[in-house]
């Protein structure tokens, strides 16, 4: 695996796929679920996933998340070229990936401070014993768990569970975030406070965000909705993807 931590002029990407193309069965008559995928993610920008359920919009985040090998073309990830690389590599490049998925999986032995501290010490390296008391309160607080710090998660609501999880995807500032629908239960007021999060990583310090959900709503909020379609990208900006989809749901 190589590394660049100087991005090359004309290759500054936090994510790229080249020609990505994934099947879950050896069986070449049936269409595989991604097919010669393109996709790069820049820095400071907020992409939407989208497309009907099936059309690999998970698997797709996985690769790119390092979850799962890729078996064709080219997948770089924070500078780093993932063919070949070893799973210890992978596992030090997911330290730096924000992962937010559907179902929080939090450990519900551990309150909303003690999940945070467990995530700083990925980058223990970072933190001083300050950080530890100081900064896992100043997220929560961020997402509106002031006064639930010390809960049991599941004495929590799904939705304060969920920005649990988001505060911990968040707190090493990870420059590359994934959320497979992060809000898809969620009531109102805890969905705005997980994407209010999401967005503001990417408006104040440049992270970049992929974002998986179904509800049109939200294209608003992204730079760029990529939708999948039979295993393939159709990219369309934001707003004009937003108006289709609401006129034909
Ligand atoms: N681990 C797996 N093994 C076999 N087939 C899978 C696996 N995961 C997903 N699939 C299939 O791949 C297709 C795409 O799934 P997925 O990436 O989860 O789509 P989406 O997230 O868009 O709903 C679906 O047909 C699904 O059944
Ligand atoms: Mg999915």
């Known amino acids: 695996m190589s590394e660049r931590t100087i991005p090359l002029p004309g290759k500054v990407w936090r994510a790229q796929l080249r020609g990505v193309t994934h099947r879950y069965h050896d069986d070449a008559s049936v269409p595989p679920v991604l097919d010669a995928i393109d996709l790069t993610l820049a820095p400071g920008e907020m992409v939407i996933l989208s497309g009907p359920t099936g059309s690999g919009k998970t698997t797709l985040m996985t690769l790119v998340g390092a979850l799962r090998r890729h078996q064709s073309g080219s997948v770089e990830v924070l500078g780093r070229n993932l063919e070949g690389a070893s799973e210890s590599q992978l596992t030090a490049l997911r330290r730096d990936i924000g992962f937010i998925f559907q179902d929080h999986h939090l450990f519900d032995a551990l309150t909303p401070l003690e999940t945070l501290r467990l995530a700083m010490q990925l980058k223990a390296e970072r933190y001083g014993k300050h950080d530890y ?18 809960a049991r998660p599941r004495s ?32 109102a007021v805890s969905a705005g406070i997980a994407l209010d999060t999401l967005r503001e990583a990417v408006r104040g310090r440049d992270a970049t965000v992929l974002m998986i959900t179904h509800d049109s709503r939200q294209f608003a909020l992204a730079d760029r909705v990529v939708s ?7 990219s369309a900006p934001a707003a004009a993807a937003a108006i289709r989809h609401s006129s034909n749901p």
């Open 156 to 187: 929590l609501s799904t939705g304060q569970r969920q920005c649990v999880a988001v505060a911990r995807a968040l707190i090493n500032e990870p420059q590359l975030i994934l959320a497979d629908e992060p809000t898809a239960s969620l009531d």
């Open 228 to 234: 999948l379609l039979d295993g393939r990208v159709q």
């Open 133 to 150: 008391r100081e900064r896992p309160v100043e997220w929560l607080t961020r997402v509106g768990l002031e006064g639930r710090m010390n």
